[in-house]
Nanobody, 117 residues
Framework: QVKLVESGGDLVQPGGSLRLSCAAS????????MNWVRQAPGKGLEWVST????????YYADSVKGRFTISRDNAKNTLYLQMNSLEPEDTAVYYC??????????WGQGAQVTVSP
């Protein structure tokens, strides 16, 4: 059974930082590209970032470039998203998502990030 569990969501002030974690089980974690996707209140899903299986290649949405860093620790079966210089527009539920056979096939339960003064 594949399970992805996000943690680290919180309420933070603008300009603050937060690190999200995603613990994976039930898969050979190191074989898969991983993603972060978010959904702001009343909005659709927005792709945030992607990392390859080893961790040497990363991609970011324009809205988070220079502020967010995706990383992974395959020995711990864990994906991370370091978020700096947070803005109110970053308020969303953040999902850890696996790419399997070219599709987003497994999702975590989501972590709430709220950026507010």
């Amino acid at each position: 059974q594949v399970k992805l569990v996000e943690s680290g969501g919180d309420l933070v002030q603008p300009g603050g930082s937060l690190r999200l974690s995603c613990a994976a089980s039930g898969i050979t974690f190191s074989n898969y590209w991983m993603n972060w996707v978010r959904q702001a209140p009343g909005k659709g899903l927005e792709w945030v970032s992607t990392i390859n299986s080893i961790g040497g290649t990363t991609y970011y949405a324009d809205s988070v470039k220079g502020r967010f860093t995706i990383s992974r620790d395959n020995a711990k079966n864990t994906l991370y998203l370091q978020m700096n210089s947070l803005e109110p527009e970053d308020t969303a539920v953040y999902y850890c998502v696996r790419i399997g056979r070219g599709f987003y096939d497994y999702w975590g339960q989501g972590a709430q990030v709220t950026v507010s003064p």
